[in-house]
Nanobody, 119 residues
Framework: QVQLVESGGGLVQAGGSLRLSCVASGGTFSNYVMAWFRQAPGMEREFVASIIRSGIKPTYADSVKGRFTISRDNAKNTVYLQMNNLKPEDTAVYYC????????????WGQGTQVTVSS
């Protein structure tokens, strides 16, 4: 399984921006579909966005469409999540996840990075 390490979380005011990064190692990055999930206190983990190896037609949760952008750099084994116009309800631990293109489940997860949006 690929190993994932996230970075870029922090505290930001509502309306601000953050960019999360996730570096993968131990596998052929381009063979993986990459995704971001998040988990708020007392809530279940939820899907945020995903991107296939070509980078075309990423998928987003309705709650982040138009504000978040997922991208990847296969040469750097890195996936990004650009988050703009952040809202207090975006506060959560954000996790990077990976699944082989032939699999249906995300088997590799990062340790998570905290994003806190103040009102």
């Amino acid at each position: 399984q690929v190993q994932l390490v996230e970075s870029g979380g922090g505290l930001v005011q509502a309306g601000g921006s953050l960019r999360l990064s996730c570096v993968a190692s131990g596998g052929t990055f381009s063979n993986y579909v990459m995704a971001w999930f998040r988990q708020a206190p007392g809530m279940e983990r939820e899907f945020v966005a995903s991107i296939i190896r070509s980078g075309i037609k990423p998928t987003y949760a309705d709650s982040v469409k138009g504000r978040f952008t997922i991208s990847r750099d296969n040469a750097k084994n890195t996936v990004y999540l650009q988050m703009n116009n952040l809202k207090p309800e975006d506060t959560a631990v954000y996790y990077c996840a990976a699944r082989p293109v032939t699999a249906s489940n995300y088997a590799s997860w990062g340790q998570g990075t905290q994003v806190t949006v103040s009102s």
